[in-house]
Nanobody
């Protein structure tokens, strides 16, 4: 069984920063791409950023230049550094690893989500 555990969410004022972490644990082989998604009330889950195992990144236009995704392959951990936060960044942030090799084959995993609230 594989678990993705997020941490680092919380309440921050507009213009502030937060750093999210997501660590994979359990029994598995290699993890390829990892990413962050977010979902606000009444909206669909949307892509925030992705990163390949080799470090190539992709960002949504809404966060480009403010957020930075990174990973530590040795620790099976992905990070999301969020700067210049805006109220519209308020959402539950989910970690995703769409291809993890386990004894049952390739599987897609999601974390439980961590709340980020940007407000005065």
């Amino acid at each position: 069984q594989v678990q993705l555990v997020e941490s680092g969410g919380g309440l921050v004022q507009p213009g502030g920063s937060l750093r999210l972490s997501c660590a994979a644990s359990g029994s598995f082989g290699v993890i390829y791409a990892m990413g962050w998604y977010r979902q606000s009330p009444g909206k669909e889950r949307e892509l925030v950023a992705t990163i390949t195992r080799g470090g190539s990144t992709n960002y949504s236009d809404s966060v480009k230049g403010r957020f930075t995704i990174s990973r530590d392959n040795a620790k099976n951990t992905v990070y999301l550094q969020m700067n210049s936060l805006k109220p519209e960044d308020t959402a539950v942030y989910y970690c995703n690893a769409p291809r993890i090799w386990t004894t049952t084959g390739w599987n897609n995993y999601w974390g439980q989500g961590t709340q980020v609230t940007v407000s005065t």
